[in-house]
T-cell receptor
């Protein structure tokens, strides 16, 4: 079945540590996205990529980094510069980036600070 | 900048009744898309319905319909014949000029038996 796979489901980070969240899709979608969700709030855009080897910052990119070396993969690294990383992280993809293209989401990764 | 407003933090509805979840948006773009997503307690985001800014008819998908009033910049979600499984967070979202979704703060719907 086609879909978006995020791993791990739960992740714990120590102070000063970088961690990487995985996002893989087999939908053959060009566009991929990372969102952050804090408790009781909506989603905020971290980074997005419209095509391989290209990505743009979203509203809250500071303290995060991404890469898009393959169409199927869009990993997110939470760096030690992100001082408040505890949140629910959602990866999404769409066929292309466009006003009439729904985004399909993975099941998310919950990141906590040890 | 794009802004989505959902003014109802929480809503209650009796099973089998209809419920309307409010959403207003603020954009200067002529071409835009409006989306509704459902988020159960497990966390995944489920796409429900889409409305394009040039669509003249309101979108419908099964028990979901979107009451689109362009002049008022509103895109309310109507759920007919509510079911217990409809209990979840519901998010309104719109495509920005940056080609990524902007989300509202959500409405928590609780369906009561």
């Amino acid at each position: 079945d086609g879909g978006i796979t995020q791993s791990p489901k739960y992740l714990f980070r120590k102070e000063g540590q970088n961690v990487t969240l995985s996002c893989e899709q087999n939908l053959n979608h060009d566009a991929m996205y990372w969102y952050r969700q804090d408790p009781g709030q909506g989603l905020r855009l971290i980074y997005y990529s419209q095509i391989v080897n290209d990505f743009q910052k979203g509203d809250i990119a500071e303290g995060y980094s991404v890469s898009r070396e393959k169409k199927e993969s869009f990993p997110l690294t939470v760096t030690s510069a992100q001082k408040n990383p505890t949140a629910f992280y959602l990866c999404a993809s769409s066929i292309v980036a466009g006003v009439n293209q729904p985004q399909h989401f993975g099941d998310g990764t919950r990141l906590s600070i040890l | 900048a794009q802004k989505i407003t959902q003014t109802q933090p929480g809503m209650f509805v009796q099973e089998k009744e209809a419920v309307t979840l409010d959403c207003t948006y603020d954009t200067s773009d002529q071409s835009y898309g409006l989306f509704w997503y459902k988020q159960p307690s497990s966390g995944e985001m489920i796409f429900l319905i889409y409305q394009g800014s040039y669509d003249e008819q309101n979108a419908t998908e099964g028990r979901y319909s979107l009451n689109f009033q362009k002049a008022r910049k509103s895109a309310n979600l109507v759920i007919s014949a509510s079911q217990l499984g409809d209990s979840a967070m519901y998010f309104c979202a719109a495509y920005t000029g940056r080609r990524a979704l902007t989300f509202g703060s959500g409405t928590r719907l609780q369906v009561q038996p």
